[in-house]
């Protein structure tokens, strides 16, 4: 085994018998990185970093045997996994050439792995990923080294495959005693596997891998439709600083063709590899234990620093395209109207409500009004026998009691919220549906400020309500909300059954229903897609939302979901 004195060269991407970097031009480009994301200007093109010496280099003579066996494994749940045989000819020979060079280097210092994985670095690596993957899920955590990582993220079912022998040796030691989890010998360009999961881990991966976007494509084969594939990786502005950290013993050795790749170059493989980007973060501004400052700084500070952090993740699914049979399958529907004084558009509400897809059902769920609106619903369903109309008796109080509550006896597929103010049109429903069901989105936000709007739909003072809470939910998200408080919003009752089992991460404290909807989905890495509605002012009664009191109480929830998302332990 090498001591960790010759594989110094490695460590550091220096050729033999170099010092850590010390000419003019070498700092200088860490200079320019570190301004250039100080200061929003363009990413240094991928030609010129390799140009600069920065990208990756052809690999030197390959250890490739042809008689390297394939493995198959068979995990607890019955799913066979192997490792698939590349060829030896053109650029796969190149491939294996890399892995081979690199399984020596990993092998050389699995040694130290036990102590490297107490290093506070770590400690927040899991931390944030027990907050993007809920507990139980289905994981494959590709590189998983000795398997700290996935066992914090508690799978029901976890299998862990890296491409080093002593790794998951160690990782078989370390977690035998925990339930559901697999540790396997492949690498990420080989594994195979009859197992679909829920979540795919690259953690501090694809800065050393050959060919990243033959390894996401590879990794495409065992996702379903709902899958997530969360990747993180190193801030390409932290160089020299991991550089020198790595030279004192500080950060675990890497070898020397690394990648450093970018926020902008990784969404373009994953593209490219048929996955689609939902949303992206930037963590850690100290990564070792400082004690009270670190947790001060990568709590409140770090989220308002977001190009100096250290850790880029990225959470992507797959492209609607990779699954066609999903683009032409079709679904039920329920559209769920919340009731409270709008007698006067009940009738208007079901006749103009389209029947879509499989087949649509209304329900109408009444909140205690003063006017004869539950008589109203009544009458309006004993007159339109062929539809499927359902009444329910709001039992709590709220717009967002009252939609969880309809929720909960949905029959569709799909559900839809519609307000019975009729100010989105019922008309507009069917795009929503196709949205939702050809798999462009797991959740269709229906947008009021793209088209001009009626005279008199919206006051002046609730337009610059609705254009700060758009900034401030962007930025809290992760991902464009351009109308946070628009009624209509659509998604699968799977994923509505999902966020209602996790609502414990942010309690039942939404009067409005918008967004216990809206952070639920962004925690479970819902792709969420805006969509563009005419909005029409009211013709029958006045609004049941008072401006300023319930903009108080919105101000109060962007607070406690900015602890809960973005200012995070």
């Not at 010759?6 to 480009?29: D, F, H, K, Q, V």
């Not at 400082?290 to 492209?319: D, M, Q, Y």
């Amino acid at each position: 085994m090498p001591s960790t004195r010759s594989l110094a060269p490695w460590r550091w991407g220096l050729n033999s018998g170099e010092r850590l970097p010390t000419s003019i031009s070498y700092w200088c480009r860490a200079v320019w990185r570190f301004a250039a994301g100080a200061f929003g200007l363009d990413r240094i093109g991928e030609s010129t970093m390799k140009q600069a010496g920065m990208g990756m280099s052809e690999p030197g003579a390959s250890e490739w045997s042809p008689d390297r066996r394939i493995l198959v494994n068979e995990s607890p749940a019955g799913d066979v996994c192997e490792k698939q045989k590349l060829s030896p000819t053109g650029g796969e020979a190149r491939i294996l050439a890399a892995l081979s060079m690199r399984r020596d280097f990993y092998e050389g210092i699995a040694h130290r792995r036990p102590v490297d994985a107490r290093r506070h670095y770590n400690n927040l690596i899991q931390a944030y990923f027990r907050m993007l993957i809920p507990e139980g899920a289905r994981v494959l955590e590709v590189g998983c080294g000795i398997g700290d990582l996935l066992a914090a993220v508690k799978p029901s079912h976890g299998v862990g495959i890296d491409f080093a022998p002593t790794m998951i040796q160690q990782a078989h030691r370390r977690h035998d005693d925990k339930p559901g989890l697999t540790f396997l010998e492949a690498s990420a360009e080989e594994f195979v596997s009859r197992e679909r999961f829920d979540y795919i881990i690259l953690s501090d991966l694809v800065n050393d891998l050959e060919d990243v976007q033959g390894v996401l494509e590879n990794l495409r084969k065992v996702a379903h439709p709902k899958t997530r594939i969360v990747i993180n990786f190193f801030n390409d502005y932290w160089r020299p600083v991991l550089e020198l950290a790595a030279r004192h013993n500080l950060k675990s050795p890497t070898p020397k063709h690394q990648n450093w790749l970018t926020v902008p170059d990784m969404a373009n493989m994953l593209s490219l590899a048929g996955w689609e980007v939902v949303k992206t973060e930037n963590k850690i501004l100290i990564p070792v234990d400082a004690g009270i400052l670190e947790r001060l700084v990568n709590r409140w500070v770090s989220p308002l620093l977001k190009f100096a952090n250290l850790s880029r993740f990225v959470v992507a699914r797959p492209a609607p395209w990779t699954f066609p049979e999903q683009q032409n399958a079709e679904y039920s529907c329920s559209v769920i109207i919340p009731s409270r004084n709008e007698a006067g558009n009940i009738e208007n509400a079901v006749r103009r409500t389209p029947d879509m897809g499989l087949g649509t059902e209304i329900i109408f769920i009444e909140g205690g009004s003063s006017d004869n609106t539950m008589a109203e619903i009544e009458r309006v369903r004993e007159a339109y026998p062929h539809r499927q109309i359902r009444v329910m008796q709001q039992g709590g109080r709220g717009k967002g009691n009252a939609v969880r509550e309809a929720f909960a006896e949905a029959r569709g597929d799909i559900l839809f919220i519609l307000d019975a103010d009729l100010t989105v049109p019922p008309e507009e429903l069917p795009k929503f549906y196709e949205t939702a069901r050809s798999g462009h989105a797991d959740f269709v936000n229906g947008v009021r400020l793209v088209y001009p709007m009626e005279a008199n739909a919206m006051r002046f003072f609730n337009m610059l309500g609705n254009l700060f809470f758009s900034a401030m939910f962007t930025w809290l998200l992760g991902q464009r909300i351009k109308d946070t408080l628009c009624g209509t919003k659509v998604l699968f009752r799977e994923d509505y059954l999902k966020i209602a089992a996790n609502r414990k991460y942010f309690g039942d404290f939404d009067p409005f229903g918008d967004f216990d909807l809206l952070f639920g989905a962004a925690r479970l890495n819902m792709k969420i897609v805006d969509l563009p509605i005419r909005y029409k002012a009211r013709t029958y009664g006045d609004t049941n939302i008072d401006r300023w009191r319930h903009g108080v109480i919105l101000l109060r929830m962007v607070a406690f979901a900015a602890r809960r998302l973005k200012f995070i332990r």
